[in-house]
């Protein structure tokens, strides 16, 4: 299932002992919370103190998917969603990389926006700050006209390569096609 914990303890160099101490709890009950997380057992409130032993943050939120694909006419939408997908692949490799991009591209873009791409922005914010990794995959893959307006006002540019960016542009007039 997941491992929280595990990366929150690896991320901010935290031991098993380290965290048990800060929890007030003996260290193999530590090592029962991270088996129960990774089964899907875990309790959120016991999930929400080991995180916030470790200054980190436990946000659970609801929102409906879109199952049905959409298809995208405009040629700019479909090269908006091809950059995406080669960001969510990055994203999905190596998240501290890309997340801290995008953190670092956010304040400049503030700069100007009004209205509905601030709002979108600040979307884009929420879902990093909150680490979520799926819920940002399902924008940059998503076909609603909410997704594609987030991806206009995308904090993941400068994360291709030239090269990268050549290809995706390949790919998608080659949908045209």
């Not at 709890?25 to 919370?33: E, I, Y």
């Not at 080669?86 to 995008?102: C, F, G, H, M, Q």
């Not at 819920?135 to 987030?150: C, E, F, N, P, S």
């Given at each position: 299932m997941?491992?929280?914990?595990?990366?929150?303890?690896?991320?901010?160099?935290?031991?098993?002992?380290?965290?048990?101490?800060?929890?007030?709890?003996?260290?193999?009950?530590?090592?029962?919370?991270?088996?129960?997380?990774?089964?899907?057992?875990?309790?959120?409130?016991?999930?929400h103190?080991?995180?916030?032993?470790?200054?980190e943050?436990l946000?659970v939120?609801?929102?409906?998917?879109t199952?049905?694909?959409?298809?995208?006419?405009?040629?700019?939408?479909?090269?908006g969603?091809?950059?995406?997908?080669?960001?969510?692949?990055?994203?999905?490799?190596d998240?501290?990389v890309?997340?801290?991009?995008?953190?670092?591209?956010?304040?400049?873009m503030?700069t100007?926006?009004?209205?509905?791409a601030?709002?979108w922005?600040?979307?884009?914010?929420?879902?990093?700050?909150?680490?979520?990794?799926?819920?940002?995959?399902?924008?940059?893959l998503?076909?609603?006209?909410?997704?594609?307006d987030?991806?206009?006002?995308?904090?993941?540019?400068?994360?291709?390569?030239s090269?990268?960016r050549?290809?995706?542009?390949?790919?998608?007039?080659a949908v045209?096609?």
């Amino acid at each position: 299932m997941t491992a929280l914990i595990r990366d929150a303890r690896h991320r901010r160099a935290v031991g098993v002992r380290e965290l048990a101490r800060r929890c007030g709890v003996a260290a193999p009950t530590v090592v029962d919370w991270e088996r129960s997380e990774a089964a899907g057992t875990i309790q959120v409130e016991t999930l929400h103190r080991a995180l916030a032993a470790m200054g980190e943050r436990l946000s659970v939120r609801s929102r409906a998917q879109t199952i049905a694909f959409e298809r995208l006419e405009r040629r700019e939408q479909r090269l908006g969603l091809e950059l995406h997908r080669s960001i969510a692949t990055k994203l999905v490799t190596d998240p501290e990389v890309v997340l801290e991009s995008a953190r670092s591209q956010l304040g400049s873009m503030r700069t100007g926006l009004r209205g509905g791409a601030l709002e979108w922005l600040d979307q884009w914010a929420q879902l990093i700050e909150d680490r979520d990794v799926g819920g940002l995959v399902v924008v940059m893959l998503g076909t609603t006209q909410h997704d594609i307006d987030m991806r206009s006002v995308s904090p993941f540019t400068g994360l291709l390569s030239s090269e990268e960016r050549e290809e995706v542009l390949a790919r998608a007039l080659a949908v045209v096609s």
